[in-house]
């Protein structure tokens, strides 16, 4: 029903700038994002996500750079000229109008009105699963339901975009993944182009068909969620896809630092590659995690199965850590 | 035992909030009172209550055109304090910054100001417009004196809004007009109409300003009481005071009433 969006419906990002007083909140972003694309914009707090999906939404002027839609120039035009639709955290139902009411607005906004709009806003009810709350106040919905009417708000208009700012940070983690693949499930029902934020990286690795990760109002690396688990391009990429060590160049042995997950470190049966000591073990049940630290004081972690015999290496004890080259990452910076 | 400790101990605080009703209800009863009073002159009735004085307010042509004239200057000016004082309070509430922080408090000093300082005031800038004495000035003057009072009462139901709520109507199509008209509004318009009642009450029972800028042609109703209270102690100026009382009180009943509603 809700897939009329043409193929020139891409949007470019071009060298896009913000600056507040001195402090930079994006910093020359390009970035191109596909016709039905799930693209999500992670980052740790204050990195720019949100400004950078309000300058798309058209809340936030740019000091510099371009966005086009299609080959057409957005960068100027007001919001509600966009036809992008918006789901906050905070959901921001209308609280004075019923669950229909708040998804005819877009509807009667733009004109449309009688059995046709009523019958589209009952389908948008219908594909959250929410039919039978139509007359309901948003007050009167769990914030799992007020998000799903948010949802069906934003789409029922079939806009050239959904734009989401951490839709579900509000939510419980179950609620949370079940909202996560529900989520999916109506962007590939709908086919419609999704940017998503988010500082979840699990979160953003589920879902995605793409991540763009922020630091410092700049792109640090855009690509499919394996490319950035398995090739992170930096160590700030790394650490945010949760590799745990880092091994400097002089440790390593090679030309650069090289980041090593806690699996893919072993125990050496001799004095193997890397020689620490171990200062910190925490018991998990199926697993223990361990910490040690090498000469010049770099930390490394790495688990061991539990039930693997009596020989287990105990705080205080000098160890040896080797792992394959085939799993370790070598990173461009430092 | 204890139980009675309490009660005794309660006597002084209860007999002071006792008397701190009485002394605020007390003047208002005795208008009632004298109001009905069936001597010649400002005094408690004796042998019975009359109606006169009503009768003489509602047939004399002085005190109706007053009261008319007090009626249409509310009316007028509540609507111009309740347009410009929603309007600016919203204003700030969308730049929420500094400056809006300074400009809603530069709404609010003629509330800050002593009124016979604001009538001096306005007599001087009115006599250069020529506004003294005309419907224009006491319009003008009551409506800004009255904007404190709406930009109170919707800013304070703006506080409570969530300013998402503008971005998402803007998202969904509806221009900045739209979204006033259709989500603003219908969400602040307790406060609104609290403000609207408070501005007719401030210009309905307002005397210094009128004290100023009233005269022959536009003669408020506080104004020609307070003439008649030093020219004669004529009992209608109780009946003309209840009367007032009565739609102060209507009007506040009315407010109380839509707030309850809107819980
Ligand atoms: N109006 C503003 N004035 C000044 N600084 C601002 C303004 N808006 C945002 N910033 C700054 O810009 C930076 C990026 O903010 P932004 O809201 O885009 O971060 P974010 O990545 O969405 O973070 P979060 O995950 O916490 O939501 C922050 O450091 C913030 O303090
Ligand atoms: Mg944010």
């Known amino acids: 029903m809700m897939t009329h969006t043409p193929e020139t419906d891409t949007l470019k990002i071009r060298d896009l700038s913000k600056t507040y007083g001195k402090f930079r909140a994006l910093?020359?972003?390009?970035?191109?994002?596909?016709?039905?694309?799930?693209?999500?914009?992670?980052?740790?707090?204050?990195?720019?996500?949100?400004?950078?999906?309000?300058?798309?939404?058209?809340?936030?002027?740019?000091?510099?750079?371009?966005?086009?839609?299609?080959?057409?120039?957005?960068?100027?035009?007001?919001?509600?000229?966009?036809?992008?639709?918006?789901?906050?955290?905070?959901?921001?139902?209308?609280?004075?109008?019923?669950?229909?009411?708040?998804?005819?607005?877009?509807?009667?906004?733009?004109?449309e009105k009688g059995a046709q709009a009523a019958r589209r806003v009952a389908e948008a009810l219908e594909l959250v699963g929410l039919s039978d709350k139509g007359i309901r106040y948003p007050r009167e919905l769990s914030g799992g339901q007020q998000q799903r009417v948010a949802l069906a708000r934003a789409i029922v208009f079939q806009p050239h975009m959904l734009l989401l700012d951490e839709p579900l940070s509000a939510l419980d983690t179950q609620l949370r993944g079940q909202l996560q693949s529900e989520l999916k499930r109506l962007h590939r029902a709908v086919g419609l182009t999704f940017i998503y934020v988010t500082h979840?990286?699990?979160?953003?690795?589920?879902?995605?068909?793409?991540?763009?990760?922020?630091?410092?109002?700049?792109?640090?690396?855009?690509?499919?969620?394996?490319?950035?688990?398995?090739?992170?391009?930096?160590?700030?990429?790394?650490?945010?896809?949760?590799?745990?060590?880092?091994?400097?160049?002089?440790?390593?042995?090679?030309q650069h630092t090289l980041a090593l997950r806690a699996h893919a470190l072993e125990l050496a049966a001799g004095r193997g590659r890397v020689a620490a000591h171990v200062t910190e073990r925490d018991y998990y049940g199926a697993e223990i995690r361990y910490t040690a630290h090498t000469e010049s004081g770099v930390p490394l972690r790495f688990k061991i199965a539990a039930g693997q015999g009596e020989s287990l290496p105990q705080e205080g004890d000098a160890i040896g850590l080797d792992w394959q080259d085939k799993d370790a990452l070598p990173l461009a910076d430092h | 035992m204890s139980s009675f400790a309490r009660d005794n101990a309660s006597l002084p605080v209860r007999g002071s909030a006792w008397t701190i009703i009485c002394l605020m209800i007390l003047p208002m009863s005795v208008v009632f009172a004298v109001s009905v009073t069936d001597r010649p002159y400002l005094s408690l009735p004796e042998n019975g209550v009359s109606l006169q004085y009503y009768r003489?307010?509602?047939?004399?042509?002085?005190?109706?055109?007053?009261?008319?004239?007090?009626?249409?200057?509310?009316?007028?000016?509540?609507?111009?304090?309740?347009?410009?004082?929603?309007?600016?309070?919203?204003?700030?509430?969308?730049?929420?910054?500094?400056?809006?922080?300074?400009?809603r408090l530069v709404m609010l000093v003629p509330l800050m100001l002593p009124p016979i300082v604001y009538g001096l005031g306005a007599y001087q800038v009115w006599a250069d417009l020529g506004w003294i004495n005309t419907?224009?000035?006491?319009?003008?003057?009551?409506?800004?004196?009255?904007?404190?009072?709406?930009?109170?009462?919707?800013?304070?139901?703006?506080?409570?809004?969530?300013?998402?709520?503008?971005?998402?109507?803007?998202?969904?199509?509806?221009?900045?007009?739209?979204?006033?008209?259709?989500?603003?509004?219908?969400?602040?318009?307790?406060?609104?109409?609290?403000?609207?009642?408070?501005?007719?009450?401030?210009s309905w029972d307002e005397l210094v300003i009128a004290l100023f800028i009233a005269g022959r042609n536009v003669f408020t109703l506080p104004r020609r009481m307070w003439d008649g209270i030093n020219e004669n102690l004529d009992p209608t100026m109780a009946a003309v005071a209840s009367v007032l009382i009565l739609?102060?009180?209507?009007?506040?009943?009315?407010?109380?009433?839509?707030?309850?509603?809107?819980?």
């Open chain 2, 247 to 263: 739609v102060t009180l209507g009007l506040l009943v009315f407010e109380l009433l839509g707030r309850g509603r809107k819980r």
């Open chain 1, 200 to 254: 979840d990286q699990s979160e953003a690795l589920s879902m995605s068909d793409r991540i763009a990760v922020m630091r410092e109002g700049r792109l640090e690396q855009v690509g499919r969620p394996d490319d950035l688990y398995d090739r992170p391009a930096n160590r700030f990429v790394a650490e945010f896809m949760g590799v745990e060590n880092f091994l400097p160049p002089e440790l390593s042995g090679g």
């Open chain 1, 27 to 111: 910093d020359t972003v390009s970035l191109g994002v596909d016709q039905g694309e799930f693209l999500t914009l992670l980052g740790p707090s204050g990195s720019g996500k949100t400004t950078l999906l309000m300058s798309i939404a058209g809340f936030i002027q740019p000091d510099h750079g371009q966005i086009t839609l299609g080959g057409r120039d957005i960068t100027h035009m007001p919001p509600e000229k966009r036809s992008f639709g918006m789901v906050f955290q905070g959901y921001a139902l209308f609280p004075h109008l019923t669950v229909n009411d708040n998804v005819m607005f877009p509807l009667k906004m733009r004109g």
């Open chain 2, 135 to 202: 419907y224009t000035g006491i319009i003008v003057a009551h409506a800004m004196t009255g904007i404190p009072y709406v930009v109170i009462t919707v800013s304070t139901a703006l506080a409570g809004l969530d300013p998402k709520l503008e971005q998402a109507a803007r998202s969904l199509g509806a221009g900045m007009g739209a979204t006033i008209w259709y989500v603003i509004f219908p969400n602040i318009m307790p406060g609104i109409l609290s403000g609207l009642v408070f501005a007719f009450i401030h």
């Open chain 2, 56 to 103: 003489n307010l509602f047939t004399s042509p002085e005190w109706l055109l007053s009261i008319w004239q007090s009626f249409v200057i509310a009316c007028v000016s509540t609507m111009v304090a309740g347009a410009l004082g929603t309007l600016g309070s919203i204003g700030c509430w969308r730049i929420s910054s500094g400056a809006s922080n300074v400009l």
